[in-house]
T-cell receptor, first 117, second 112 residues
Framework: DSGVTQTPKHLITATGQRVTLRCSPRSGDLSVYWYQQSLDQGLQFLIQYYNGEERAKGNILERFSAQQFPDLHSELNLSSLELGDSALYFC????????????????FGPGTRLTVT | GNSVTQMEGPVTLSEEAFLTINCTYTATGYPSLFWYVQYPGEGLQLLLKATKADDKGSNKGFEATYRKETTSFHLEKGSVQVSDSAVYFCALSGGSNYKLTFGKGTLLTVNP
């Protein structure tokens, strides 16, 4: 158990809909990262938050957005869903967030499997 | 930008065989290097890491050495077990943020 929790575990929805994925980081970790895992694209970084602020953006679509709340949990919002958004979405957390120094480790949650029909 | 290339799978071995999964990277500066493992239906777990050149990461019989001259971080294990069957990902973190850049993953199947 990594200490990172994600809900829900599975999500099935229709095209055009909007969903929210939730992540609670490990106790003490200030950074939260979101990744998408799909068969064709592999594991891709979407976005990072540190202590409530956006720190880095990757290949995140404009239809997707995220935020980190004062209690440090994070939500990833996916809207106007398309079939191609079907994937495993992972959240990870780490202590680091400010620039400088090597990354020690990112701890991954079990993922949310999103199926868009 | 940063990139990671790891050998295509799948890799199928018999129990007690020697394992090598090749990983090379492209990055500016001095990235940290990682191997993550994903068991069926689970999230990613850190297997081992190295943060500077010539460092050797090791865990559960797996080893990888950070080779800056060849920009490589190959994963090895002397004697694999059935329980090692999983997908292995090479990854790096470097530059101005801490995001991980992953290779495509290598599926390892170990037969008894």
């Amino acid at each position: 158990d990594s200490g990172v929790t994600q809900t829900p575990k599975h999500l099935i929805t229709a095209t055009g809909q909007r969903v929210t994925l939730r992540c609670s980081p490990r106790s003490g970790d200030l950074s939260v990262y979101w990744y998408q895992q799909s068969l064709d694209q592999g594991l891709q970084f979407l976005i990072q938050y540190y202590n409530g602020e956006e720190r880095a953006k990757g290949n995140i679509l404009e239809r997707f957005s995220a935020q980190q709340f004062p209690d440090l949990h994070s939500e990833l919002n996916l809207s106007s869903l398309e079939l191609g958004d079907s994937a495993l979405y992972f959240c990870a957390s780490s202590v680091e967030g400010l620039r400088g120094g090597p990354l020690s480790e990112q701890y991954f949650g079990p993922g949310t499997r999103l199926t868009v029909t | 930008g940063n990139s990671v290339t790891q050998m295509e799978g799948p890799v199928t071995l018999s129990e007690e065989a020697f394992l090598t999964i090749n990983c090379t990277y492209t990055a500016t500066g001095y990235p940290s290097l990682f191997w993550y493992v994903q068991y069926p239906g689970e999230g990613l777990q850190l297997l081992l890491k190295a943060t500077k050149a010539d460092d050797k990461g090791s865990n559960k019989g797996f080893e990888a050495t950070y080779r800056k001259e060849t920009t490589s971080f190959h994963l090895e294990k002397g004697s694999v077990q059935v329980s090692d069957s999983a997908v292995y990902f090479c990854a790096l973190s470097g530059g101005s943020n801490y995001k991980l850049t992953f290779g495509k993953g290598t599926l390892l199947t170990v037969n008894p």
